[in-house]
């Protein structure tokens, strides 16, 4: 059974950062996508960055210049930087693999 486990979440100050892992059970071979999406209280899920198997990376236009998805060379653990966070950064964060799995989630608060 496929898992992806997060970490790293947490409270940070705005203009903060924080650095965000998941790492998969899966094998490098099983792997085309990996990515963030952010749910807020009340809203809908979103995309904030993905990093293909190839190593092209996307990004929601609210994180651009703020955020960095990377992966390491194994291809198990991929990273989310978090610079200059922002109150609207708030939400639940959850990685994917392949758009198919998921993992449980983890806060990410922005206050002062």
């Known amino acids: 059974q496929v898992q992806l486990v997060e970490s790293g979440g947490g409270l940070v100050q705005p203009g903060g950062s924080l650095r965000l892992s998941c790492a998969t059970s899966?094998?490098?071979?099983?792997?085309?996508?990996m990515g963030w999406y952010r749910q807020a209280p009340g809203k809908q899920r979103e995309l904030v960055a993905t990093i293909s198997k190839g190593g092209t990376t996307t990004y929601a236009d609210s994180v651009k210049g703020r955020f960095t998805i990377f992966r390491n060379n194994a291809w198990d653990t991929i990273y989310l930087q978090m610079n200059s966070l922002k109150p609207e950064d708030t939400a639940v964060y959850y990685c994917?693999?392949?758009?198919?799995?998921w993992g449980q989630g983890i806060q990410v608060t922005v206050s002062t």
């Open positions: 994917t693999s392949n758009y198919y799995y």
């Open positions: 899966q094998t490098i071979f099983d792997i085309y996508l």
